[in-house]
């Protein structure tokens, strides 16, 4: 399996799994574009760790709730590495607000569908012409079991991961016959990023509901990630591939 000449853009790059996504895709042979919208140190770090690797990559600040700053960014990315072949919709924020829908703002619902969803569109449409002039595009978004399954004070974060099923989907049907693909992956808990934002009472907590008694590690989410970026997958869209080590499964 190789992604050999391909470029990759991966949002929520600077840090947590969307750093983990980008290594590997690298290790596949991708050229990788980091997106990050606060901290620049932490997402050149790396693009350090991905040229060491030999693959070209650069950091580029979007702002996923702006169409502009969207705009502008994918050119950036198209001027310095070439047109995006792979989209990673990996940014996510909301997911340690544990707020009940009576005490949510809108402000900050408004914050969770800018950057979980709207984002996410704003970079489909943006990348989508290019992809279906080549011929040839691989979208994959990041979903979650909160959308699948609900979570108590996540009505923001899991309405969001709902919504990008369905995005998934029509953009599936979209593509098909450009031979673009889309599909989306259903994390469950991982170690990494906003997991350890949650105290460590209630992580221990679900982890008991996970039919394997334990978290995931990055790589096992990234590597299914690099198989729908690759050729390998030509056949695959429209899927919502549930990544949790069987946390929606009954269990005892």
Same mark, same amino acid.
């Given at each position: 399996?190789?992604?050999?000449?391909?470029?990759?853009? !991966?949002?929520?790059?600077? @840090?947590? *799994? %969307?750093? +983990?996504?980008? $290594? #590997?895709?690298?290790?596949?042979?991708?050229? =990788?574009?980091?997106?990050?919208?606060?901290?620049?140190?932490?997402?050149?770090?790396?693009?350090?760790?991905?040229?060491?690797?030999?693959?070209?990559?650069?950091?580029?600040?979007?702002?996923?709730?702006?169409?502009?700053?969207?705009?502008?960014? !994918?050119?950036?990315?198209? @001027?310095? *590495? %070439?047109? +995006?072949?792979? $989209? #990673?919709?990996?940014?996510?924020?909301?997911? =340690?607000?544990?707020?009940?829908?009576?005490?949510?703002?809108?402000?900050?619902?408004?914050?969770?569908?800018?950057?979980?969803?709207?984002?996410?569109?704003?970079?489909?449409?943006?990348?989508?012409?290019?992809?279906?002039?080549?011929?040839?595009?691989?979208?994959?978004?990041?979903?979650?079991?909160?959308?699948?399954?609900?979570?108590?004070?996540?009505?923001?974060?899991?309405?969001?991961?709902?919504?990008?099923?369905?995005?998934?989907?029509?953009?599936?049907?979209?593509?098909?016959?450009?031979?673009?693909?889309?599909?989306?992956?259903?994390?469950?808990?991982?170690?990494?990023?906003?997991?350890?934002?949650?105290?460590?009472?209630?992580?221990?907590?679900?982890?008991?509901?996970?039919?394997?008694?334990?978290?995931?590690?990055?790589?096992?989410?990234?590597?299914?990630?690099?198989?729908?970026?690759?050729?390998?997958?030509?056949?695959?869209?429209?899927?919502?591939?549930?990544?949790?080590?069987?946390?929606?499964?009954?269990?005892?």
């Amino acid at each position: 399996m190789t992604l050999e000449g391909k470029v990759a853009l !991966v949002t929520g790059g600077s @840090g947590g *799994l %969307g750093r +983990v996504h980008g $290594l #590997v895709l690298a290790e596949h042979g991708a050229d =990788v574009a980091l997106v990050y919208n606060r901290s620049e140190a932490k997402a050149l770090e790396v693009v350090k760790e991905v040229e060491e690797k030999g693959r070209k990559a650069m950091a580029v600040k979007i702002d996923l709730s702006d169409e502009t700053s969207v705009q502008q960014g !994918v050119e950036r990315v198209h @001027g310095e *590495l %070439g047109p +995006v072949d792979i $989209l #990673v919709n990996n940014a996510a924020q909301g997911i =340690v607000r544990a707020i009940t829908i009576t005490d949510m703002t809108k402000e900050d619902w408004d914050a969770d569908i800018g950057v979980n969803l709207t984002g996410p569109f704003l970079l489909i449409k943006t990348v989508f012409p290019d992809m279906a002039q080549k011929g040839w595009g691989r979208i994959i978004n990041v979903s979650s079991v909160t959308g699948t399954m609900g979570g108590f004070g996540q009505c923001s974060y899991a309405a969001t991961k709902a919504g990008l099923i369905g995005l998934t989907k029509t953009v599936a049907l979209e593509g098909a016959r450009k031979n673009i693909t889309c599909n989306a992956v259903v994390l469950g808990v991982f170690d990494a990023g906003s997991f350890y934002e949650v105290a460590e009472p209630f992580r221990e907590r679900i982890i008991k509901r996970v039919a394997m008694r334990r978290s995931g590690d990055p790589r096992e989410l990234s590597e299914v990630i690099a198989f729908l970026a690759s050729e390998e997958s030509s056949f695959v869209t429209g899927e919502a591939i549930e990544v949790s080590g069987g946390i929606s499964l009954f269990t005892f």
